[in-house]
């Protein structure tokens, strides 16, 4: 179906979908095969040289990978996509697709602990240097960058600690070096922030967390300009990490309730936010649309709402942490984000356990910290269970 310009991005969400097939259907259909045949040796020529585009081996393309990568570029209000098997395919595809030996890289310190890993011991492999800046002095972008610079790398919200990065001016500052810029938007979602409007390059996403919702399969988004994605795409082609059709289909279909999910996710979390922050037994609450947040005007500026992520410290360290942990009742203790159901995750020991403590601790990561995934149930009952646990800090 083809995209209406004046449809709101959660009508693209939920009407975006391929070409129906002779059979009508109203869903899009699940297409599990590994390749695609043609009528005759002239078509599959013309195929391979790709003087035309048509599926041809689901490595390369799928429909249902296409629809995917399609409907989470126009919620980006990007040219183009493409989708891969994880968030990290994701990640390490761009780099590998857009970077080259003896190229520098700009990273914000404070990042995904696997993002972490790559950036510090794979890339290097590959010659490409890097420099680590503090999130959110935007001033000390400008310092690092090198005559070999071509690439700055961020995360806004960043995890764990939701530090929010000015998009505008780091953007600005970018172009006038010409440099790319690549931002993760997991924990935002396009439903909350659009990267590309504010002048980012490239967006990334892991489509495991919001966009699937309910901590069932793996994906990777890239979205970007057409002469961008097709660089992430050729790699991918040829490297493999390709993303199941199944995975496609199940997150084509849940992007259909984004909209409508994230509203109570920001709802509830908000709610919890304020809550904390009251709270005898809490050092410090995190959310971005907390007044208290060091970064409340750049969030309200760049983001429609806060997300479903809130981070605080509890009193005891690292103790108090496990304890508060090990006495949830209905929270789920996993490392995954993003579902219907509220998570808690405890960073120092589980997604940043590979960084020293010095490093965890220059970007807020402490002993005591919980990332606390707020999900979809009734709010009072995920206070209910925070509470209780509190009790036994």
Aim: glycine share 6%; charged share 20%; hydrophobic share 40%.
């Amino acid at each position: 179906m083809k995209e209406k310009k004046k449809w709101h991005p959660a009508t693209k969400a939920v009407r975006l979908q391929m070409d129906r097939t002779y059979q009508g259907e109203h869903a899009s259909p699940l297409f599990l095969t590994s390749s695609f045949a043609f009528e005759t040796s002239e078509d599959i020529r013309a195929a391979f040289a790709e003087e035309h585009f048509t599926n041809t081996y689901s490595r390369y393309t799928n429909p249902n990978v296409e629809e995917l990568s399609n409907k989470i570029a126009a919620l980006e209000n990007a040219e183009a996509g493409f989708s891969v098997a994880s968030g990290m395919a994701a990640i390490f595809g761009t780099f590998m697709a857009l970077l080259k030996s003896g190229d520098h890289i700009i990273c914000s310190r404070s990042i995904f602990g696997g993002t972490n890993s790559v950036i510090t011991k794979y890339l290097p492999k590959f010659g490409i240097e890097y420099t680590y800046v503090d999130a959110v002095k935007t001033e000390e972008w400008e310092k690092a960058i090198k005559a070999n610079t071509k690439m700055i790398y961020f995360e806004t919200p960043t995890n764990p600690q939701l530090e929010i990065i000015d998009l505008a001016a780091v953007s600005a500052m970018a172009k006038q070096h010409n440099i790319l810029t690549v931002v993760d938007n997991c924990f935002a979602t396009p439903v909350l922030q659009r990267p590309i409007d504010f002048g980012i390059d490239v967006v990334i996403h892991s489509a495991t967390k919001w966009m699937d919702g309910q901590g069932r399969v793996l994906a990777g988004s890239i979205s970007g300009s057409k002469e961008l994605i097709n660089e992430v795409y050729l790699f991918c082609r040829a490297t493999g990490p390709t993303l199941s059709p199944f995975n496609a289909w199940m997150i084509s279909k849940s992007l259909e309730t984004l909209d409508v999910r994230l509203e109570r996710h920001c709802a509830n979390a908000l709610k919890v936010a304020q809550a904390l922050e009251r709270h005898p037994k809490i050092n410090l609450v995190k959310y971005p649309f907390l007044q208290s947040h060091p970064q409340y005007e750049i969030a309200k500026r760049q983001m429609s709402s806060g997300g479903g992520i809130v981070c605080f410290d509890v009193h005891g360290g690292l103790g108090g942490a496990q304890r508060f942990i090990d006495n949830l009742e209905m929270l789920t203790i996993t490392s995954n984000l993003g579902d219907s159901r509220s998570i808690v995750s405890h960073p120092t020991t589980t997604t940043h356990s590979r960084l020293t403590e010095e490093e965890r601790l220059s970007v807020g990561i402490t002993p005591g910290l919980i990332r606390l995934s707020v999900g979809l149930e009734y709010v009072d009952d995920i206070l209910d269970d925070i509470n209780q646990a509190l009790q036994h800090v």
